[in-house]
């Protein structure tokens, strides 16, 4: 089978953009279309025919040394859609032909405390999809059928479904942990493809509510206005009211201190992301004590996914009718897509399609 695979860690090479001072080589093209082995199954393990894969930013951290994944070479992907082609010998959930997908979560240990509590999110044996073990960026992967989840029917392009397996699913989770209620208010800072999936899902279930959304890329402040922002803004604006609640999925550190100088009194910032950069850390020491965390303003980060957040999403989407806004790329232009991610071309979501 035909898959994307990243040998060793390198940094992504963008035209017209100075590599960093570091020990990494610069490649343009840190991934490679081999051919490699149909996955064999274990047990309970299912075979998914890919047929699209989400791009993710946590890719860019993988390929570029900010995650580093436990084995080399790995195919990346964690947002894979398909088909069910083969089963296991002990697998019954699924039937060949069914519509399924794979998020984040690969695999937990399902006896700590963590997994017990239904927090496997937090579970020291997490293992995550194209990280720790082979992922979607190829024409087959395998999972076991406990970590899969079948695509609800509603879905006539099962392609549009691929972006929700991960900035959908780890959007919905988000959401969740702002505790938001209908009438508040919340600021989106950044509006890639987690966002621009959230702020359908705040019209849908809070349609009482203010959505403002902080972006310094034009394009997904234009982006915003087609999906019901209430106002847009650059990263250096003051939004029109306080903000009950905020997330931000940008990989540096000022829209931290510029959303909690924003918040009102008792809000909550969510930090929807795996890394944040250091380049800008010194950001922080601009932060106030009485200006951005008295009057009990809280900061909550983002762990993961579990299993629940996938299959509650999922329902969820299929009911409100959820439409990514993606763009296309073969799996041999990988590559492209990345290239473009770190560039900051984005317009909702970048799906490899087989």
């Known amino acids: ?74 195919i990346l992907g964690h947002q894979p859609v398909g088909t069910v082609s083969a089963l296991g010998p002990g697998a019954n959930k699924f039937k060949i032909g069914d519509p399924v997908g794979a998020a984040w979560i690969y695999s937990s240990c399902g006896r700590c405390k963590f997994c017990r509590r239904g927090a496997e999110n937090l579970c020291d044996q997490f293992q995550g999809t194209g990280c720790h073990a082979d992922g979607g960026y190829a024409e087959y992967m395998a999972i076991s059928e406990e970590f899969a989840y079948r695509i609800p029917g509603g879905f006539t392009d099962i392609i549009k479904a691929a972006p929700l397996m991960c900035s959908g699913v780890v959007g919905y989770r988000s959401l969740k942990l702002t505790g938001m209620e209908d009438g508040e208010t919340i600021g989106l800072y950044g509006f890639g493809s987690a966002h621009h999936l959230v702020i359908q899902m705040v019209n849908y279930q809070f349609p009482n509510s203010k959505k403002f ?73 601009k932060l106030d004590y009485t200006q951005h965390l008295w009057l009990e303003k809280e900061i909550k980060t983002v762990a993961n996914v579990t299993r629940a957040d996938a299959k509650e999403f999922l329902e969820l989407a299929a009911k409100m009718k959820i439409q990514p806004e993606i763009q296309e790329f073969r799996l041999e232009e990988a590559n492209q897509a990345l290239v473009e991610l770190k560039s900051g071309k984005i317009r909702g979501s970048k799906v490899l399609v087989m």
């Open 1 to 74: 089978m035909k898959a994307m695979v990243l040998n060793e860690i390198c940094e992504i090479k963008v035209e017209g953009r100075p590599t960093q001072a570091n020990h990494l080589a610069s490649k343009a093209e840190p991934l490679q279309l081999v051919d490699v082995p149909v996955p064999v199954l274990g047990p309970k393990d299912i075979l998914i025919k890919v047929l699209a894969c989400g791009v993710c930013r946590t890719e860019l951290d993988q390929i570029e040394g900010r995650i580093v994944p436990p084995k080399l070479p790995i």
């Open 213 to 285: 959304v902080i972006s310094r890329n034009p394009v997904e402040r234009e982006l915003a206005r087609g999906l019901g922002a209430d106002w847009v803004g650059d990263i250096d604006d003051r939004t029109p009211e306080k903000l009950d609640c905020a997330i931000d999925t940008t990989p540096v550190w000022k829209p931290v201190v510029y959303a909690l100088e924003n918040l009102e009194k008792g809000g909550r910032l969510v930090i929807n992301l795996i890394r944040k950069e250091a380049a800008d850390k010194g950001f922080l020491l």
